[in-house]
């Protein structure tokens, strides 16, 4: 029912900027919570932002505080991830998920994006 597409990673030297993009479909979509998170090579999956698409709210890992930002556009159907000063230990592949409340776990989202690599130069 929902399908998330997550676009906007690609290569980029360190203290540079990113932006993500994660596209939605489906009916209920705007009722979802979404998530941020990122894998590394031979790492476990890392919850890094969410943002509750009813009242707006947001969370981040510590991080990457500071750094980053989600944001949403209800009218396009979308939420992006605006990733500043970035690092060389920010390189990952990350993905957006969708689930029915906020949350830190990859178990607590339902849905998810086919994720975008991000890689950052030293």
């Known amino acids: 029912q929902v399908q998330l597409v997550n676009s906007g990673g690609g290569l980029v030297q360190a203290g540079g900027s990113l932006g993500l993009s994660c596209e939605a479909s489906?009916?209920?979509?705007?009722?979802?919570?979404v998530g941020w998170f990122r894998q590394a090579p031979g790492k476990e999956r890392e919850f890094i932002a969410s943002i509750d698409w009813s009242g707006g709210s947001t969370h981040y890992e510590a991080s990457v505080k500071g750094r980053f930002t989600t944001s949403r556009d209800n009218a396009k159907n979308t939420v992006y991830l605006q990733m500043n000063s970035l690092k060389p230990e920010d390189t990952a592949v990350y993905f957006c998920a969708a689930g029915r409340a906020v949350g830190v776990r990859p178990t607590e989202y339902e849905y998810w994006g086919q994720g975008t690599q991000v890689i950052v130069s030293s």
């Open positions: 489906g009916r209920s979509f705007s009722s979802y919570a």
